[in-house]
């Protein structure tokens, strides 16, 4: 004998069921994603095109950019 409340609940359990699949599949995909992401950080591909504290006085200095020299107007 079958109740009035079959329906709603073989709705209830796909929902759910639908709802479990979805989240198993985004905690993969986080998964996926926080692995892939590692692997890019672990590659050595960072490298410098000039050097970032100058060694001498250049044409392209500038105010503030070398910060690292003695303040002459503090001496």
């Not at 699949?21 to 993969?28: I, V």
């Not at 672990?42 to 060694?55: A, D, L, S, T, Y």
Request: include cysteine; charged fraction near 25%.
């Amino acid at each position: 004998m079958t109740t009035s409340y079959d329906p709603f609940i073989k709705i209830q359990i796909a929902f759910w069921e639908g709802w479990i699949r979805f989240a198993t599949d985004s905690c993969q995909i986080y998964g996926r994603l926080i692995e892939h992401h590692g692997k890019i950080l672990e590659q050595q591909g960072c490298f410098r095109f000039h050097n970032v504290i100058p060694q001498g006085a250049d044409w392209f200095d500038h105010y503030g950019k070398r910060n690292h020299d003695v303040d002459v107007e503090k001496v």
